[in-house]
């Protein structure tokens, strides 16, 4: 059975600074991995996503992940962060391509002007 | 494109009451469905997925006969909670997978509704 673990239910950083959201995963097969941002009261929607091949993923918005096999890791990064940027962020993964998704239990992104 | 739209947004009912919440893809056939629950300030639990013309599959710890799932077309799924009480409160999310062919933006990607938010009294 898969699994994702999402480090720290929150993230707090100021406007500008770097942002790493951490998701580490289980799977028994290659896995598809996806970083989802959610704004209050809203759905979720894809900010980048990972199947096979190139494992330095860029998504939109400026944020980028880079799937480590040997780390069993998925984290999300961005250069910058921005206030629009506050959100929850949901790690996911599925070992059936875009079928059933396992999701993390989210990241909060607080940003501080 | 890929547009997935939730209805009602927000709903709120007596205890004991039925609701349906719809879910439609607004520009692109769904071959499959998904309906998940998201308590506050937790992640969200897939409840069950859907084929068109077909019964859904609930995952294990879901009531079928509480959380009634129909997908009768390929661009609409209801999920109708019956006898709510005020524990099925909640926030319900739906996903379509698209269909259609490789290389389209839709082509087996799960896009998601809004959200509708439940209060049952």
């Known amino acids: 059975a898969q699994s994702v673990t999402q480090l720290g239910s929150h993230v707090s950083v100021s406007e500008g600074a770097l942002v790493l959201l951490r998701c580490n995963y289980s799977?028994?097969?290659?896995?598809?991995l996806f970083w989802y941002v959610q704004y209050p009261n809203q759905g979720l929607q894809l900010l980048l996503k990972?199947?096979?091949?190139?494992?330095l993923v860029k998504g939109i918005n400026g944020f980028e992940a880079e799937f480590k096999k040997s780390e069993t890791s998925f984290h999300l990064t961005k250069p910058s962060a921005h206030m629009s940027d506050a959100a929850e962020y949901f790690c996911?993964?599925?070992?059936?391509?875009?079928?059933?998704?396992?999701f993390g239990t989210g990241t909060r992104l607080l940003v501080s002007p | 494109g890929a547009v997935v739209s939730q209805h009602p947004s927000r709903v709120i009912c007596k205890s004991g009451t039925s609701v349906k919440i719809e879910c439609r893809s607004l520009?692109?056939?769904?071959?499959?469905m998904f309906w998940y629950r998201q308590f506050p300030k937790k992640s969200l639990m897939l409840m069950a997925t859907s084929n068109e013309g077909s019964k859904a599959t609930y995952e294990q710890g879901v009531e079928k006969d509480k959380f009634l799932i129909n997908h009768a077309s390929l661009t609409l799924s209801t999920l109708t909670v019956t006898s709510a009480h005020p524990e099925d409160s909640s926030f319900y999310i739906c996903?379509?997978?698209?269909?259609?062919?490789?290389?389209?933006?839709?082509?087996?990607?799960?896009?998601f509704g809004p959200g509708t938010r439940l209060t049952v009294l």
């Open positions: 996903s379509a997978r698209g269909g259609g062919t490789s290389g389209t933006s839709s082509y087996n990607e799960q896009f």
């Open positions: 799977s028994s097969v290659p896995p598809y």
């Open positions: 990972y199947t096979t091949g190139a494992t």
């Open positions: 996911a993964v599925s070992d059936t391509g875009f079928q059933k998704l396992v």
């Open positions: 520009d692109f056939q769904a071959t499959t």
